[in-house]
């Protein structure tokens, strides 16, 4: 009964971890330093 919400919560999983990946190149490519990307689990992730 709960699968799709388990699919949307991975969906956005997949996007904000995309997001900061993109944050994180253009903080590397802007300044050349290695930002911290956090990949905790869904629920520890404040959006």
Do not use: F
């Not at 388990?6 to 900061?20: E, F, H, L, W």
């Not at 994180?24 to 290695?34: H, L, M, N, P, V």
């Amino acid at each position: 009964m709960c699968e799709w919400i388990a699919d949307i919560i991975q969906d956005c999983q997949k996007v904000y971890m995309a997001t900061i990946c993109k944050a994180a190149e253009r903080a590397i490519a802007s300044r050349g330093i290695t930002p911290v990307i956090y990949q905790g689990p869904i629920d520890q992730i404040v959006l």
